[in-house]
């Protein structure tokens, strides 16, 4: 399973941002979950955004109103939305399937990440 993310890059505080997560080798519609993680200089990596596969969302305190993860299943593409950029959100994203494999064992796959660098 490979996951492949795009869309970091600069950005201006107030600014915005679209990160996008092409999966290969699975159907996403098929996965428990699509998520967001992020993980600053420094710090441990933490959940940003996670699309369910009953069509809910979840998102973290400092995100929610400002980002908006979507998935389109069509493409096996999963997306981060990113509005009103702080510097605070300075940091290296990546995508995670939370998934059951073939073999019937609850599976997580990440990405390689993507940077996203807000200034002020």
């Known amino acids: 399973v490979q996951l492949q993310a795009s869309g970091g890059g600069l950005a201006q505080a107030g600014g915005s941002l679209t990160l996008s997560c092409v999966v290969a080798s699975i159907d996403i519609s098929a996965t428990n979950s699509m998520s967001w993680y992020r993980q600053r200089l420094g710090k441990q990596r933490e959940m940003v955004a996670i699309?369910?596969?009953?069509?809910?969302?979840t998102y973290e305190d400092s995100v929610q109103g400002r980002f908006t993860i979507t998935r389109d299943n069509a493409k096996n593409t999963l997306y981060l939305r990113m509005n009103s950029l702080k510097p605070t959100d300075t940091a290296t994203y990546y995508c995670?399937?939370?998934?059951?494999?073939?073999?019937?064992?609850?599976?997580?796959?990440w990405g390689q990440g993507t940077q996203v660098t807000v200034s002020s």
């Open positions: 699309s369910w596969s009953n069509g809910t969302a």
């Open positions: 995670k399937t939370d998934r059951v494999n073939p073999f019937g064992f609850r599976t997580f796959d």
